[in-house]
């Protein structure tokens, strides 16, 4: 058996969801897995989250995107690890044993994202997400669905959507 530890994220239920006079869902309750690229703190909705794993060997396949870092069998079924920090501009992940690997479900298929750490699961109030501020021309921001402060920190929640199908974005040759 294999010795790596691997954590299964079962998703609680959602809070009731209300509903207005009108007929119409109110927002309620988000819950995020929240995790650090270096500093930074992203999150992505516990609903899609399907496994958290300690990095492990990945294999490379030719000719794909930088921020493709390789694939992962897990399992018998075949996952592209997508390295965040690349995929963010922010160079390659030198990863090591103490990364993670988030196993994501988008649309009919899974993708692992290659993070720093796994911080919380973080529950707030879906009205309080605020927009990602347009001051640039950043790519990235075309990566994020809002922005939400919790406690004592901001954090930038990610449109797995847009991440795994939006224009490959090229690394800086360095890894961070």
Not at 40 to 54: C, F, L, P, S, T
Request: a negative charge.
């Amino acid at each position: 058996m294999n010795d790596e530890v691997v954590k299964h994220v079962a998703a609680p239920p959602l809070a009731p969801t209300h509903w207005d006079e009108g007929g119409s869902k109110a927002r309620g309750l988000a819950q995020f897995v929240s995790f650090a690229i270096g500093n930074d703190q992203y999150g992505v909705d516990i609903m899609a989250v399907r496994e958290i794993k300690v990095f492990s060997d990945i294999t490379h396949l030719p000719k794909q995107p930088d921020y493709v870092r390789g694939v992962l069998n897990l399992r018998g079924v075949v996952i592209p690890i997508v390295d965040l920090r690349c995929r963010f501009d922010q160079g390659l992940t030198d990863a090591t044993l103490l990364h993670v690997i988030i196993i994501v479900q988008v649309g009919n298929r899974q993708v692992g994202l290659l993070a720093d750490r796994v911080l919380d699961i973080v529950s707030f109030d879906r009205a309080k997400v605020q927009p990602v501020p347009q001051v640039s021309q950043s790519k990235v921001e075309h990566f994020l669905s809002g922005v939400v402060t919790t406690e004592n920190s901001m954090m930038a929640l990610i449109d797995l959507p847009s991440l795994v199908s939006a224009t490959p974005i090229e690394c800086e040759a360095a890894a961070t």
